[in-house]
C-alpha cells in the first residue's frame, strides 16, 4: 500500500522535514485530525486507495469488504471522526447510488469522485425526520425535455466542499415507494445555495444545508430509471450500515490501545492505573463487545455485500449504534480529566454518538430486526437429538 502524504491542518502537503502532528491522545501513529474530509478524499484518490473498495475497482460490482474495512481503517488511523465520515458516505452509500445511473454526465461525476479530485455529496435527508424518507419535500419535477428540482435537504455531510449533490426527490405526490428519483445537481447551478452546519463536532465533514430555487437540469442528470429512488436507497443504505460496523471496529480498536498504553503508563500507588482490578474490568467489558461486535461483522459482511441483506444490515447497525458509544464512553471515563482536553475522549465520544444516529436511529433498526425475528431464531437453531 503506498504510503499517503502528511498535511497540514489546510489539507496541502506538508513541507519536507516537518515534524508529523500527533494531536489525539489515542493516536498509535502521526494523524492530522484538522484535516478536511475532502481533503482526506483527495489524500485517498491520489494513492489510489478509493477504488479497492470495489470489486475489480469498478464500483458497479459492489463493495470489496476488506478494501472497505481498510480505507476505513486507514482514515480513521490518520485523521479525525469527521473526516473519516466524509468518506464513508461517498464509498459506501453515494457512489454505488450515482453508479446506477448511465450517461456523461453521471460518468463524469463517477470518474472525478473516485480519482478523489472531486466530493459527492449524498442528500437525502430532507427539511422532514430524517428516518421518514417517504415525508421529503423536494420535488423533481421531471418533462419530456428535463428535471426541475425544488426544495431543501439538512445536515448533508460534504454540503460544504461537494461538486455535485446526489438528491432524492419525489416526482410525484404521495408515499408510495415509487414515487421517488434521484437527481445528480451540480452545486454551482443556478438556484443551488449552501450554508455550513453551525456544529464545531462535525465541521470537519463538511457537514451543512443545501436549498434548490427551481434548480433546471437537462434528462442526462436524472440518476436511473424515474421512481426507482427509493428501492435504490434501501439497497445501498445496507452497505452504509456494514461500512459503519467496519469503521466502529476499527476506531474502538484505536482508542482501547491508547487507553490501555495510558493506562500502563500512569503512575498509580505502587503500580500503575492498569494494575487496579477494576480498571482492567472496565477495560475488558468493553474490550468484550469490540470483539462481539467484530464477530458479527465478519460473519454477516458476506450477505449485505453480496445479497444487501437489509436484516442483517440493521442487526449490524443496532450493535454499532449500542457497542461504538459505549466503550468509547467507557474510555474517556478512564481518561479522566485529561479527556476533556481538545481533542481528547470526551470530544471522541460525542462525535461517535452518531453511530447511533446517522444511517437509521438504533430504534429505527432494532424495528427492522424485529420484524424479522422468525429467521434470526430460525438461524440460531439447532437440532434436538432423540433421546
Known amino acids: ?22 494531536t489525539s491522545p489515542c493516536d498509535t501513529a502521526p494523524r492530522d485530525t484538522a484535516m478536511s474530509g475532502s481533503a482526506a478524499w483527495a489524500a485517498l484518490g491520489a ?16 463493495i470489496d469488504v476488506d478494501g472497505l474495512a481498510d480505507v476505513l481503517a486507514t482514515a ?119 450554508r455550513p452546519a453551525r456544529s464545531a463536532l462535525y465541521a470537519g465533514s463538511g457537514a451543512g444545508h443545501v436549498s434548490f430555487d427551481a434548480v433546471r437540469l437537462g434528462r442526462e442528470h436524472l440518476v436511473g430509471r424515474v421512481g426507482f429512488g427509493l428501492p435504490v436507497f434501501a439497497r445501498h443504505i445496507a452497505v452504509e450500515r456494514l461500512a459503519g460496523a467496519l469503521w466502529g471496529v476499527a476506531l474502538c480498536r484505536r482508542v482501547l490501545d491508547g487507553t490501555r498504553r495510558r493506562l500502563t503508563g500512569r503512575e498509580h500507588r505502587e503500580g500503575t492505573l492498569w494494575s487496579r482490578g477494576h480498571v482492567r474490568q472496565r477495560f475488558a467489558a468493553a474490550l468484550v463487545r ?23 444490515a440493521a442487526t449490524l447497525k443496532a450493535a454499532a449504534g449500542t457497542t461504538v458509544p459505549y466503550v468509547l464512553g467507557e474510555c474517556a471515563h478512564l481518561w479522566g480529566a485529561a479527556g476533556f482536553a481538545d481533542g481528547g475522549m470526551q470530544e471522541i465520544r460525542a462525535q461517535a454518538a452518531l453511530f447511533g444516529i446517522g444511517g437509521g436511529t438504533t430504534e429505527v433498526v432494532l424495528e427492522t430486526v424485529a420484524e424479522g425475528a422468525e429467521r434470526v431464531l430460525g438461524d440460531l437453531s439447532r437440532a434436538v437429538l432423540p433421546l
Open 1 to 22: 500500500m503506498p504510503d499517503l502524504p502528511a498535511t497540514d491542518p489546510a489539507g496541502t502537503p506538508a513541507a519536507d522535514g516537518a515534524a508529523p502532528r500527533d
Open 47 to 62: 494513492a489510489g486507495h478509493l477504488t479497492r473498495v470495489y470489486r475489480g475497482g469498478d464500483v458497479r460490482r459492489g
Open 76 to 194: 480513521d488511523a490518520r485523521w479525525s471522526v469527521p473526516a473519516t465520515l466524509s468518506a464513508s458516505v461517498q464509498l459506501a452509500t453515494a457512489l454505488p447510488v450515482l453508479a446506477t445511473g448511465t450517461g456523461p454526465a453521471v460518468e463524469h461525476a463517477l470518474t472525478r469522485a473516485l480519482s478523489g479530485t472531486a466530493t459527492l455529496a449524498l442528500a437525502a435527508t430532507d427539511t422532514t425526520a430524517g428516518t421518514d424518507l417517504t415525508a421529503l419535500r423536494t420535488e423533481a419535477a421531471v418533462d419530456a425535455t428535463g428535471v426541475v428540482v425544488t426544495g431543501g435537504k439538512e445536515w448533508i455531510t460534504n454540503a460544504t466542499t461537494a461538486e455535485s449533490f446526489l438528491v432524492l426527490a419525489r416526482h410525484r405526490p404521495g408515499r408510495h415507494f415509487a414515487n421517488f428519483t434521484w437527481v445528480l445537481v451540480p452545486a454551482d447551478a443556478p438556484g443551488v445555495a449552501v
Open 290 to 312: 469490540v470483539r462481539e461486535l467484530h464477530a458479527l461483522t465478519e460473519r454477516s459482511a458476506p450477505a449485505v455485500a453480496g445479497h444487501y441483506d437489509l436484516q442483517a
